[in-house]
Structures are given as C-alpha cells and as structure tokens.
C-alpha cells in the first residue's frame, strides 16, 4: 500500500484531481480553499468575491506587516456587501463541491486553519467527512488525525486568537469569514485523543524552529499545540503535515520520528508519497 501525501491545496483542484487518480491512497491534510492568493490576487476567496484592484491592498498591508490597517481593510470589504455571509458560503461551497467531485469519496482528509468546517460539513460532511481527533488503520498501520489551526499558549493560562478566531469585526458585527482555528487547549486534547500511532497527520508542524519558519515572509508560522509533546511521548514514526509554504528545513528528526513537511501543492503540485510496506510499526 502505498500513501499519497497533500497539503495546502489552495485551489489547485486541477492538481489534485489529478495526484487523486493516480494515487493508491490519497491523504489530504488540509487548506483546500484560499482566502487572498497572493501570486495572483484575482483568485482566492477575496479575488472571486471583489476582483483584484480590491485585494491588492489587502496583499500590500499584509507584506508590510501592518495589521491593525489589514483587518480594518478586510472588515470593510465585507461590509461593503448587503449579504457578506451569503456570498461567502456561496463561494466556499462552490470551491469545496469542486474538491469533492476531483477526489471522491475514498480520501482520507482532514481540514486546515484556512477551511471552514461548516462548510465542507454542508457540502461534503454525509460523504467525506473531515478526519478529527481519529485514527484510521490501513495495512497494520495506525494513521492520526489532528485537524485546523490553533490559537497560541498564554503563559499563566488561557488563549490568545488571532485575528481569524475573533467572533466580531471592528463595529460589532458578526464575522463574516470562520475558520476552523480553535483555542489551544481544544487543540490539544485533539491531539491527546489521538494517542499513540505509526503515522501523526496534521496540518499544523510540531514546534520545531526549522520547520515553523517561513523563509519568504522571514518568520514563524504557527505550531500545533502539543504535537511535539505527543511526538517525544509516542515516538511515531512519521509527523506529516503542511502549513508552512517556504519552510527552512522540510523534514527533521526528533527521536525516532521523522518529521516531513509534505509540501505546498498549490504551487507544486506533488505527492508525498510512502511506501507502508517499507515502514517500521511501532
């Protein structure tokens, strides 16, 4: 049996239909759809819904890394919508029908912190439900699943958010855009239900430095809660993962684990692909 290795996707469903044709076993670890596209702003969620002219800004604060201007332009762009809510699901519904149709029902996937649970729940949930704080067993071997993204560790206890998980927008209103990031904590326990396996799946990396650490933006992407905790407890002997577009180092060991960003396929459109019969069990 051998396993075929996606992640962010975003969009390329050109791609991944066709990795999924050839694939034995196609696993998909999450952010199939993309909220900006920053090598061509006319796609994306934002260029479907306003055009290019519009994102562009939005692309232009966010190289800058002026925030505070970037969610004051991005609420304002869904509020110049009379139903934002609407043309949002629409769109995220039209991309993730497209998803289904170019996989199939027999993909093992789970969702990113860029996807929108209930979306795909609505689209796809009766036929390919997301992987979540579950295990799948395939030729003897344990896969576990761990999906979204996750807010950061305070110290003293609690959770800081970022600006996706905030319920409301600068005046009040209700959030238009609702990705599947949780709080830490949540993030954790997914990862404690999901105990000991051969292979840890997910779309967040450990937190490891070299591979957290975005070479283009020259900064550290986000990490998933507990993984490198269940990493050095469990000893799998693959993480797998994706998130990180340019990482400085694509895999690393820890222990007896080998840790392997599986790609930004989007961009380049290939499998990770491993061979079970040549896999250690644990």
């Known amino acids: ?22 694939a034995e076993q196609l696993v998909v670890l999450g952010d199939l759809v993309d909220y900006v ?3 061509e702003p006319s ?9 290019a002219e519009r994102v562009l800004p939005f692309v232009e604060l966010r190289s800058a890394g002026r925030f505070p201007e970037l969610r004051q332009y991005n609420n304002d762009l869904w509020l110049s919508l009379d139903d934002p809510i609407g043309v949002l699901s629409e769109t995220v519904s039209e991309l993730y029908r497209s998803v289904l149709a170019a996989i199939g029902p027999d993909v093992l996937l789970t ?39 996750a807010g950061r560790d305070v110290p003293g206890g609690g959770d800081a958010a970022g600006v996706r998980e905030r319920a409301t927008i600068a005046d009040g209103s209700p959030r238009v855009w609702r990705p599947l990031v949780r709080p830490a904590a949540e993030y954790r326990a997914a990862v404690a239900a999901v105990g000991a396996v051969d292979i840890l799946c997910s779309h967040l990396p450990p937190d490891l430095i070299p591979l957290r650490y975005d070479t283009v933006p020259a900064r550290l992407e986000s990490s998933g809660p507990g993984l490198l905790e269940a990493i050095d407890e469990h ?7 994706g998130h990180v577009h340019q990482p400085l180092a694509r895999r690393q060991r820890r222990g007896r684990t080998e840790c392997v960003n599986v790609g930004h396929f989007q961009r380049f459109p290939r499998a990770f692909e491993v061979d079970l019969t040549r896999l250690p069990r644990r």
């Not at 729940?121 to 067993?137: F, K, Q, T």
């Not at 000893?235 to 993962?241: G, K």
Request: no cysteine; hydrophobic share 45%; charged share 20%.
């Open 235 to 241: 000893q799998p002997t693959l993480s797998v993962f």
């Open 37 to 39: 596209d920053y090598h």
């Open 43 to 51: 796609r994306g969620i934002l260029g479907r819904i306003f055009g």
């Open 1 to 22: 049996m051998r396993l075929s290795f996606v992640s962010d996707v975003h969009g390329n469903i050109d791609g991944l239909a066709e990795v999924a044709r050839s």
């Open 111 to 149: 969702l990113g912190n860029v996807d929108v649970a209930e979306a795909w729940n609505a689209v796809a949930g009766d036929e390919l439900p997301y992987l979540d704080s579950e295990v799948v067993e395939i030729a003897g071997h344990r896969l576990g699943f761990v999906a979204g993204g």
